[in-house]
């Protein structure tokens, strides 16, 4: 059976820029990484908190940056030849 597509979706890239004047609270930055069947998606989060300047309330954005990788990123490999003692430095 063919399978029609009934709907699709655009989203765009999001970008955060920081009013002029305001000052940078705090920033929380998370990175994933989804395996999917030919490769890898890397997501890199981040959660701003910010303040306007002549303002005394807080403001949030969050926003995300999402590419594709044909390697695993998260892989990590030992020096092959390292001693037991090299190690426990």
């Known amino acids: 059976m063919k399978e029609t597509l009934k709907s699709a979706t655009f989203e765009p890239v999001k970008e955060f820029k ?8 705090s920033k929380e930055t998370r990175v994933s990484v989804e395996q999917i069947k030919n490769g890898f ?30 390697e695993n990123p998260m892989t990590y490999q030992e020096p092959a030849n390292l001693t037991l003692a090299d190690k426990l430095k």
């Open 41 to 70: 998606l890397l997501k890199k989060s981040y959660d701003i908190k910010w303040r306007a300047k002549d303002d005394d309330s807080n403001n949030y954005d969050y926003y995300s940056e999402t590419w594709f990788s044909t």
């Open 18 to 25: 920081l009013p002029p004047g305001a000052t940078v609270i």
